[in-house]
């Protein structure tokens, strides 16, 4: 056997929001990633992706990779057990036939729920350490919207998570877990500090690029920078899950025990004492119709409504905003996407140009107002297949099932079977609604749409919607979730937990 380091690999990514009720199936991963062995370290190489900095980065060290699983998929609703017993088989085999291993550099969202299990990574890490045993190290790479758990934290000997929202670091992020993953390798002294924080906030509030969260993640750098730490990461979970686990955690590793911990405490307050900032200014519907009513430019107004943001793990098939044009019987020129499969095929068989009643969306997510019911006239109908204009991945195709176009009053409706890439223009101008000859634009993204929209758009509203992925929190029927939660009873004289060495 080669006297090479021998690493097991394996990726399993998706975000999950409970309130979406639809499972993701092994057909919605094969869309993206949904292999094991050599075929799926192919597969990974293929195209530029954040496992890629795994690879690279132990391959340019001279390390022998052993891959397993490779399952990718973005957000979305709970995952189907299937998929999750597939990859825990993956890495069944891969471990089987590996001979000696000496490490696992994993790639897992963090946070991610089956259809019965709620810790799924979690589970992959429990089996990851009960096949391999206590002495090989276990580092694992995640999203910085991770539900970091006790299962997580018990058998992984280092996590690392993106310093950057919106996401600008996935392949960085990788990178820097595979060089923890060779320090403990190499037997260097290293240490992970952590602590879970009650908290509770909607991605759309804040942004590393804006206080105050920006200084929470500018300290833990200046750590690394004065060398510290060798590493930190925030984890502000995302919070679309109710679930009986869940916080917001920060961890930071250093070369000793108590240096990790005291800059992880010292992370962890100051996140903390920050809470109230992380939160978003919303108007309601009306307010934002009001404004695009009376507005002077002729630019159009964009309503964000980030809480039916497909690319949130949200569906996309809210009618709430075309709901309330309808009910003001407002003059304004409407566009919108909706997720609709039962309308699309009801389109396909009027036909283009004719005119039915269409009972349209509000019917996957809870709580949403509607169905619209209302004579619309088809005016297109189309395969789905789009390209991205960008800046993002310019150029690359991407897919919304059937579609059709179809006209109610003044709203013009895009009708598709999977709406995805909903930040980009040209899932609009594709199929013929050209969003500046609008006087208001309803965008279900979060942040994703900016750097396209910022440059034809008037006023951006971000607005007070229903939704899977609904930034007001206190509209969901919370069930599971755990007592003395911020921001809804959370102790006023709550004190946070010391920092916390779970494997040493
Ligand atoms: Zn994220």
């Known amino acids: 056997m080669s006297k090479k380091k021998r690493v097991l690999i394996c990726e399993f990514h998706e975000e999950t929001d409970t309130f979406n009720p639809i499972v993701l199936t092994k057909k919605d991963f094969a869309a993206f990633r949904y292999a094991e062995g050599e075929e799926g370290l192919a597969l990974c190489k293929s195209q530029p992706c954040a496992t890629c900095g795994i690879v690279d980065t132990l391959e340019k060290a001279g390390y022998e990779l052993i891959p397993t699983a490779f399952v990718f998929a973005l957000a979305g609703g ?19 036939e590996a001979g000696r291993i000496d490490a696992v550099c994993a790639l897992l969202h963090g946070a991610t729920c089956t259809e019965s299990d709620n810790d799924a990574c979690g589970t992959v890490l429990k089996h990851l350490r009960k096949l391999l045993g206590e002495e090989i190290p276990i580092t694992v790479s995640l999203d910085l ?14 996590m690392c998570g993106h310093q950057t929202y919106p996401h600008v670091d996935l392949y960085e992020t990788a990178c820097r877990t595979a060089k923890m993953c060779l320090r403990l390798m190499e037997g260097k002294s290293t240490y992970m500090a952590a602590v879970q924080i009650p908290v509770l ?32 990461t925030v984890f502000n979970t995302q919070p679309w899950m109710d679930i009986p686990e869940i916080s917001s955690a920060v961890v930071a590793v250093a070369e000793d025990a108590e240096t990790a911990k005291r800059c ?47 690319n949130g793990g949200a569906v996309g098939d809210s009618v709430a905003v075309a709901m309330r044009l309808q009910e003001r ?9 909706v997720k609709d499969p039962e309308v699309v095929a009801q389109a396909f068989a009027v036909g283009v140009g004719n005119s039915a009643q269409f009972t349209l969306g509000a019917k996957f997510t809870a709580d949403v ?3 619209l019911v209302a004579v619309g006239k088809v005016r297109s109908l189309h395969d789905g297949k789009v390209m991205r204009e960008g800046p993002v ?13 179809i006209t109610f009053g003044n709203m013009d409706v895009l009708v598709c079977e999977a709406p995805v890439v909903p930040g980009d223009p040209q899932l609009f101008r594709h199929f013929g609604i050209e969003p500046i000859l609008y006087d208001l634009v309803v965008v279900k ?16 509203c971000y607005a007070d919607t229903p939704g899977a992925g609904a930034a007001n929190l206190k509209r969901f029927r919370w069930k599971h979730l755990p007592k003395g939660m911020y921001p809804f009873d959370l102790p006023e004289d709550y004190q946070l937990n010391k920092a916390a060495i779970y494997r040493s």
């Open 201 to 232: 906030t909607p991605p759309v509030g804040y942004s590393s690029l804006k206080e105050p969260f920006k200084s929470v993640i500018d300290s833990g750098k200046q750590m690394v920078e004065d060398k510290t730490l060798l590493d930190f």
């Open 145 to 158: 919207h991770a539900n970091v758990t006790e299962a997580m934290l018990m058998n992984a000997d280092v």
């Open 329 to 337: 019987g407002s003059k304004l020129r409407a566009a919108m996407f």
């Open 78 to 96: 709970r995952v189907s057990d299937e998929v999750l017993a597939y990859v825990l088989d993956c890495i069944t085999r891969g471990v089987a």
């Open 393 to 405: 991945n310019r150029g690359e195709a991407f897919f919304v099932g059937k579609a059709a176009v």
């Open 369 to 371: 107002p509607g169905p």
């Open 264 to 310: 992880t405490d010292a992370l962890a307050k100051k996140f903390f004492d920050n809470r109230d900032g992380y939160w978003p200014d919303l108007m309601s519907i009306d307010e934002v119709i009001d404004r695009a009513e009376d507005k002077g430019s002729a630019k159009p107004v964009i309503l964000v409504d980030s809480a039916d943001s497909p």
């Open 445 to 460: 993204a979060n942040a994703s749409f900016r750097a396209a929209y910022c440059k034809f758009s008037g006023e951006i």
